[in-house]
């Protein structure tokens, strides 16, 4: 009987402990095989006998016998003892377990382990502190009228059996103030609602870019425009700035995709100026380029009348004009969307849906009552009035505590650059004051490669004044500490 169950008298069962019996043993004898102390070959002892020896029922060990055999851990056949089965490796416990570690590294793709290496975004834990940057005061949002709006199309989403991705009522609402107040030129069917403008300016490049074609983009500029173009396969070139904004002008390079911030530049907040647009324009023309005009902010300006969006002036059809719902209303509504160029609709259309890159439903519904019943360019009107206020309290604030610190106010959107001395470095002061309780960003991050300059990058729209006064009181501390 000892020779019978040789390798098996280490086999226990614990009735009662919550785990089922077969289980137990199953995944006892997957282990016993798989580690080689149950060798190829090696026949099974009697169900009689390992019943009688585990104090279980016959059928709990034949269960457990057609469970493994069913996984190729046994070879059953009529009228013999089950033998276990060839394994591919005597330790494939071990084997297995290598090759998870190394899926950590190898598993990805070079995409994703690039992904891993990258500083963006930049991310943070647990509640939002002064001062970071690109967020809306919540707290002066109508929630309630919100909450009004989301009732009333959760009511009727039901007996809809429209599959557009895209609400029309929707799409007509927010063109109507696209072009009131951004003077786009575009048809309903242009518009593109989108889970974020991070999604839209990603399936833009993917739709537009080949592996291996040139895109640009503002050097210093937004992260995620390059993270999206580099995820296209795209050889990703920054291009300098100069006071107009963007100098493309540089560059001897030919680009397929051009990522512009015009109205309001990211991070510095230079405006880019109509004769600059101009060229832009007749430049992509030429070469056949298209433009992703990134438009984050600019419902908020504080100084004379806006500029109109490039997408506005452009003859040829080359811009793709990108915005988000989320700065102008409030961080919880994460939708962005996409006015593309005519000749794009169709197969725009296409990729949204192979890449399921679609808004729900009941928020399109709920958006477009908000945006149709005028709540959201009153919601506009008056937090341009709070902006500006905070805006100038903030710069003033700043300069009062710190003569190293050197910024001009803004005309418009939610933040503003300081410029530290070149001995200055932004990421240690950035530091300090993160352990101090403020969130600040370095202007060095943003830069494509060498940073040019050293600086901080502070929102200052979701915070109040009283808010400021504190958090620039520690920022005045840390500096002269």
């Known amino acids: 009987m000892a020779d019978v169950l040789a390798g098996f008298i280490d086999l226990r069962v614990e009735p009662g402990n919550g785990v089922a019996l077969t289980r137990q043993l199953s995944e006892q004898l997957r282990q016993a095989i798989a580690a080689g102390r149950l060798a190829s070959g090696r026949r099974l002892p009697s169900s009689r006998e390992l019943a009688r020896h585990l104090g279980v029922s016959r059928n709990t060990i034949s269960a457990v016998i057609d469970q493994l055999a069913m996984e190729g851990y046994l070879d059953v056949s009529k009228g013999r003892r089950p033998v276990v089965a060839a394994m591919p490796s005597a330790n494939l416990i071990s084997l297995e377990t290598d090759s998870q570690r190394r899926a950590t590294v190898t598993g990805m793709s070079s995409w994703a382990q690039k ?35 989301l009732r009333t199309a959760a ?12 609400r029309l009522e929707l799409q007509k609402v927010l063109l109507h103030h696209l072009v009131e107040y951004r003077g786009v030129n575009a048809d309903a069917q242009q518009v593109f609602l989108m889970p974020t403008a991070q999604a839209a300016i990603a399936l833009i490049a993917r739709v537009v870019l080949d592996p291996g074609e040139v895109a640009w983009v503002e050097n210093p500029g937004y992260g995620g425009a390059r993270a999206a173009f580099e995820a296209a396969g795209a050889a990703v070139q920054g291009i300098p700035l100069d006071q107009c904004g963007l100098a493309f002008e540089s560059s001897s390079a030919t680009p397929r995709l051009i990522f512009v911030t015009p109205a309001h530049q990211h991070p510095t907040g230079l405006l880019m100026p109509v004769t600059r647009r101009q060229a832009l324009l007749r430049f992509a023309d030429r070469i056949g380029a298209h433009i992703i005009e990134d438009d984050y902010d600019s419902e908020f300006h504080y100084e004379g009348r806006p500029v109109a969006a490039l997408q506005g002036s452009d003859p040829s059809g080359s ?50 009552d908000f945006i149709g019943e005028g709540h959201y360019a009153a919601h506009i009107r008056k937090m341009t009035r709070i902006y500006r206020a905070r805006r100038d309290h903030m710069c003033h604030a700043l300069a009062a505590i710190e003569t190293e610190l050197s910024l001009s106010p803004p ?24 352990e101090a309780g403020v969130t600040v960003r370095p202007l060095s991050s943003y830069y494509f490669a060498e940073a040019q300059a050293q600086g901080l990058f502070f929102g200052f729209a979701a915070w109040n004044e009283t808010e400021i006064d504190e958090g620039v009181r520690i920022i005045g501390s840390v500096l002269h500490g």
């Open 115 to 149: 992904v891993g290496r990258s500083d963006w975004p930049f991310t943070e834990q647990g509640r939002p502190r002064p001062f970071v940057p690109g967020l809306a005061d919540a707290r002066e949002f109508p929630h309630a009228i919100w909450g009004r709006c």
């Open 155 to 166: 009511r009727h989403a039901l007996p809809r059996r429209n599959m557009a991705c895209n």
């Open 319 to 368: 811009v793709f004009y990108v915005g988000t719902f989320s700065k102008s209303l409030h961080a919880d509504i994460r939708v962005g969307y996409v006015v593309v160029p005519k000749r794009f609709v169709e197969i725009f259309a296409k990729a949204q849906r192979h890449t399921g890159q679609i808004v729900g439903m009941t928020l399109q519904d709920a958006l477009s």
């Open 411 to 434: 005309e418009g959107g939610m933040q503003v650059v300081a410029r530290l001395r070149p001995q200055r470095k932004d990421h240690d002061v950035c530091l300090r004051l993160a």
